[in-house]
């Protein structure tokens, strides 16, 4: 017997048997792109491999989009911009998003198992994700009917200032929170009056059209298109469409600026969320259980794959051990594992890439004279062979401009400095080139503002962390980003102004 059929004839382990059972049930019956209403394959017919990084195997083939594919996506988005859309009024795009959150809500399982087949997730994870995703929608579909404009009156004049959509509009989004960012996405530009092409990330672009399967029969035709594929082909062509008005990118502040200077070729407006290197600082007065808890989830939730994780740890010296070694012991307490099983707190990374890039952050700081205080590699463990599992770790020990104190690790690594001295610790907490979010956790409420003011980010949790309520608006500071998220301050972002001017 050759060694083919050995493998061929293998029992599936316990863990796939259930991600392939989960599979059969949950996966789209369309995974090609997504254009004016129809799914329709890749002009070149070619397709690429999305798989499940808790067990490797190949989930399904998906159609890859590339230029000439986004071509036909924003004819078929101005077409349905032309001769449907923008007859809507506020009051039916407001149903149309409140239609989009109800279904989002009937399917909240199947979605919530399914992006954690894609992405690697704990289901428990995905399912408040798909709850934020459908908050997102009712939310603008809240301040839908919001457009105030300004008038001017004078002997010569009375003009109006108005707020009208930009069309076409093109969005980028990455695979840590497939279906969030797509709402985060899709829900503003519609409020707003905008079709849409929408490129989700090649590791993870099931949700989204699952997302297009259910909303066909909410939203016309072409007002939203989904075209997946790879960010140098199909990301590239949206970056950089002619027809194209206005830009939103989630990613990496490499792509970012990339897709900055491509809409410059078309003076195309951008808005950016990019990458965090968040602080989280700790005072003396708080309590330890809590500082514990809330480091813990402010750098392991998602596999320390959040953009505005907090990633850098300020532990004032007094009780600097006391927190080092809870947050040692809350690691030894946690579930590694199969992300499908509801009690997993850390599942795996979301692809190999992902994995290698971890541990070469952590060769690099174990170069640079950091310490693990816990993991610092692989889990070994026989049965988390197949996935993408990185430990969850902790660096002590690092010089603040190490690179892994630098940079965006994006897993569950957090790096660890001791502080007495508050303007120096203040000093190193903003330098660093991002500027997404921080966190502040001290029972005094005067110092936390003080703080929170100090530290230069977009975003700042005091006690708390990842806390994200639509209407507060979630964006960066320097390198992180440009524009807010979540707010109404998002929908101007996808309107421009128009003056009407007549003359008296
Ligand atoms: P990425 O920035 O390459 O991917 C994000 C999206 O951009 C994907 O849809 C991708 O296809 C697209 N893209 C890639 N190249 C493009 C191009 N030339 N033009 C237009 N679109 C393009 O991120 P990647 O490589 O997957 O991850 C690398 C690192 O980026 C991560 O380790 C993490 O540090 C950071 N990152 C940050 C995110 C955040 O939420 N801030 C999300 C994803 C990654
Ligand atoms: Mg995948």
């Known amino acids: 017997m050759s060694s083919d059929s050995d493998t061929e004839m293998a029992e599936p382990t316990a863990v796939q048997q259930r991600h392939r059972d989960a599979a059969a049930e949950v996966l789209p019956a369309h995974t090609d792109l997504y254009i004016g209403g129809e799914f329709v394959p890749a002009a070149a017919t070619e397709t690429f491999e999305t798989t499940d990084p808790t067990t490797g195997a190949v989930l399904t083939d998906v159609a890859r989009g590339r230029r000439a594919d986004v071509d036909r996506a924003v004819e078929a988005a101005w077409e349905a911009f032309d001769e449907t859309w923008v007859d809507y009024s506020a009051g ?7 239609a989009i959150a109800d279904t989002i809500e009937t399917h909240a399982d199947e979605l919530a ?66 279906l969030m960012m797509a709402s985060w996405k899709l829900a503003p530009a519609l409020a707003a009056g905008n079709c849409t092409v929408l490129k989700p990330a090649e590791q993870t672009p099931l949700s989204a059209l699952r997302l297009a399967e259910l909303i066909g029969d909410i939203v016309p035709d072409g007002v ?5 594929g790879y960010g140098d082909e199909a ?13 939103a990118f989630t990613g990496s502040t490499a792509v970012g600026k990339q897709v900055m ?8 407006d951008v808005t950016l969320e990019l990458g965090g290197k968040s602080p989280i600082v700790v005072f003396p007065d708080t309590d330890v259980q809590t500082a514990v808890s809330l480091v813990a989830a402010a750098i392991f939730y998602n596999t320390g794959e959040c953009c505005e994780a907090g990633s850098r740890l300020f532990v004032h010296e007094e009780i600097a051990d006391e927190v080092l070694d809870g947050l040692v012991a809350a690691v030894d307490d946690m579930t590694i594992g199969d992300p499908l099983d509801d009690a997993t707190d850390l599942g795996p990374k979301v692809s190999r890439a992902q994995v290698n890039r971890t541990l070469d952050y952590l060769k690099r700081a174990q170069k640079d004279g950091g310490e693990f205080l816990t993991g610092g590699g692989q889990p070994d463990d026989e049965a988390l062979a197949d996935g993408c599992y990185v430990e969850p770790t902790l660096i002590d020990g690092l010089s603040h401009d190490a690179a892994a104190a630098q940079e965006e690790i994006f897993g569950p690594v957090l790096t660890v400095f001791r502080w007495d001295d508050y303007d120096e610790m203040i000093e190193l907490a903003n330098d660093v080139e991002y500027g997404l979010a921080g966190g502040v956790i001290t029972e005094d409420i005067s110092q936390a503002n003080k703080t929170a003011r100090d530290i230069e980010a977009g975003y700042i949790w005091i006690n708390s962390y990842h806390d994200l309520a639509p209407g507060l608006p979630f964006g960066g500071y320097k390198q992180s980003g440009i524009g807010r998220e979540l707010s109404a301050e998002t929908l101007d972002h996808y309107r421009q102004t128009k003056t009407i001017n007549l003359s008296l």
């Open 92 to 98: 039916q795009r407001q149903r149309v998003l409140t």
């Open 113 to 178: 198992q399914l992006e954690t087949l894609d992405n690697g997730k704990p289901v428990s994870e995905a399912a408040a994700d798909v709850q934020g995703a459908a908050e997102q929608f009712r939310y603008f579909a809240g301040i839908v009917r919001e457009n105030p404009g300004e008038t001017m009156t004078d002997s010569q004049r009375q003009a109006q200032v108005i707020k009208e959509p930009y069309g076409v509009v093109g969005q980028i989004i990455p695979w840590n929170f497939p």
């Open 224 to 228: 939203v298109n989904i075209v997946p």
């Open 235 to 247: 990301g590239a062509a949206v970056a950089n469409h002619d027809d194209i008005r206005k830009l």
């Open 261 to 268: 200077k491509s809409a410059a070729d078309t003076v195309t």
